[in-house]
T-cell receptor, first 113, second 116 residues
């Protein structure tokens, strides 16, 4: 089946630093999504990417859909304490909506005071 | 708030028992997805329903089943529970009105299941 490799597994950074994480896949995807999950909560959609090469921003977050359709990255600029959490990439291949999302294992973002 | 609601928030039960988890999608969303999140497996897609009918299956065990009702809410039934079924169970929804749907899914807050 499809697998997503997400890295890094965890990041320890200082407040104000920029963050970069990425996902690679063994298969191509038609859609890449980035989610953030806080403890005890459901994943919250941050950015959705629909076309190869697409670069999309949402405030301090920027994500790109790789040209090969097998990878995506998420950047967070000038991190703040509320950025702490687990970030997941998710991909979807099937057209017509008849398929679930394949998730990466997540990147734990920890901001040191 | 994603607009997706799930009940109960927490559930504690014993091995061998059966439980039902409930999900109400966002208003107007026709498609419901169920996911399981565990420490070792991460987030895994279980099953999808669209407008009352099963649309796709993922890594769902035979002991698990789901249905979507005419009012579009969905239930996930877990039976003959085992210790390893302890996990967070999420429901997600999206409009999926036609083939132009691009796959964006909105998640509920989850049900935390503990099997003792």
């Amino acid at each position: 089946g499809q697998q997503l490799n997400q890295s890094p597994q965890s990041m320890f950074i200082q407040e104000g630093e920029d963050v970069s994480m990425n996902c690679t896949s063994s298969s191509i995807f038609n859609t890449w999504l980035w989610y953030k999950q806080d403890p005890g909560e459901g994943p919250v959609l941050l950015i959705a990417l629909y076309k190869a090469g697409e670069l999309t921003s949402n405030g301090r977050l920027t994500a790109q859909f790789g040209i090969t359709r097998k990878d995506s990255f998420l950047n967070i600029s000038a991190s703040i304490p509320s950025d702490v959490g687990i970030y997941f990439c998710a991909g979807r291949f099937s057209g017509g909506g008849a398929d679930g999302l394949t998730f990466g294992k997540g990147t734990h973002l920890i901001i040191q005071p | 708030d994603s607009g997706v609601t799930q009940t109960p928030k927490h559930l504690i039960t014993a091995t061998g028992q059966r439980v039902t988890l409930r999900c109400s999608p966002r208003s107007g969303d026709l498609s419901v997805y169920w996911y399981q999140q565990s420490l070792d497996q991460g987030l895994q897609f279980l099953i999808q329903y669209y407008n009352g009918e099963e649309r796709a299956k993922g890594n769902i065990l035979e002991r698990f089943s789901a249905q979507q009702f005419p009012d579009l809410h969905s239930e996930l039934n877990l039976s003959s529970l085992e210790l390893g079924d302890s996990a967070l169970y999420f429901c997600a929804s999206n409009p999926l009105r036609d083939t132009s749907d691009l796959g964006t899914q909105y998640f509920g807050p989850g049900t935390r299941l503990l099997v003792l």
